[in-house]
């Protein structure tokens, strides 16, 4: 199969044929931030997080295909300003008392906040209000800090296949519901993958609080981004 030839930033790089630019970027050791893509889901491009330019036009980059010649701009600042007021409104539009939160030090929106220096917010706080549902024998859905990626909803199904997180209404109303049924029976090891899969503190395990101690997690040592030549990804 030919590879695709295009750039980033000038960078001379290669794709396989179907590559999203995101997936192409990291196969040449390029770091774009992403929040609602995950590997081995179907990317949505829903939290623009990962936009990029090409001749002018914006596109989330996570969705879009390499095509050849293409020429992607990734750091323009103006770029990495619109990315930095994103993860701005994410963080005013939830409750994210990151300093609490058993997620802190493996939350990849407060990851995405220090590597863009967030310092004071440009937008008001909405202080939310929504309700925290317990009612599952082994998670807790704390949806003050949910920021509506959708990775749940995609990645978490029961053995027949069914959805066990669903998103309700649209828009800026959108809710993660979770089937109490489905989540009763929930093993371990699936509580586990839905705890990892959220990227903020939104799906945690119960009574497993803090069993990594803090300082010893995945941005405690090593920024967001900074392992992409590894290949390792985020
Ligand atoms: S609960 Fe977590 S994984 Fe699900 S939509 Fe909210 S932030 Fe994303
Ligand atoms: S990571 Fe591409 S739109 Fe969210």
Redesign the pocket.
């Known amino acids: 199969m030919s590879e695709i030839r295009f750039t980033i930033d000038g960078k001379a790089c290669l794709a396989e044929r179907g590559q999203t630019i995101v997936e192409a970027a990291k196969a040449n050791g390029v770091y774009i931030p992403?929040?609602?893509?995950y590997e081995a889901l179907k990317?949505v491009?829903?939290?623009?997080?990962?936009t990029v330019r090409v001749a002018g036009r914006y596109m989330?980059?996570?969705?879009q295909p390499v095509t050849e010649g293409m020429a992607v701009e990734n750091t323009a600042p103006d770029l990495e300003d619109m990315r930095k007021s994103l993860i701005e409104m994410l963080f005013v539009e939830g409750n994210h008392f990151c300093p609490s939160c058993e997620k802190s030090g493996n939350c990849e929106l407060q990851a995405l906040g220090y590597r863009y220096k967030m310092m004071v917010p440009r937008f008001p706080y909405l202080w939310p209000g929504r309700a925290l549902l317990a009612g599952s024998p082994l998670l807790m859905l704390e949806r003050n800090r949910c920021v509506q990626c959708l990775r749940c909803v995609r990645g978490i199904t029961s053995k027949a296949g069914r959805k066990v997180f669903a998103a309700v209404e649209r828009g800026p109303h959108v809710t993660i519901e979770i089937d109490p049924k489905l989540a009763a029976k929930l093993s371990e090891e699936e509580a586990r993958r839905a705890m990892d899969i959220c990227p903020v503190g939104a799906i945690l395990r119960k009574e497993k609080g803090f069993a990594l101690p803090i300082g010893q997690r995945k941005f405690d040592h090593t920024p967001i981004g900074s392992d992409i030549e590894k290949g390792t990804g985020r």
């Open positions: 992403v929040l609602c893509n990317p491009g829903s939290c623009r997080i990962c989330a980059s996570c969705t």
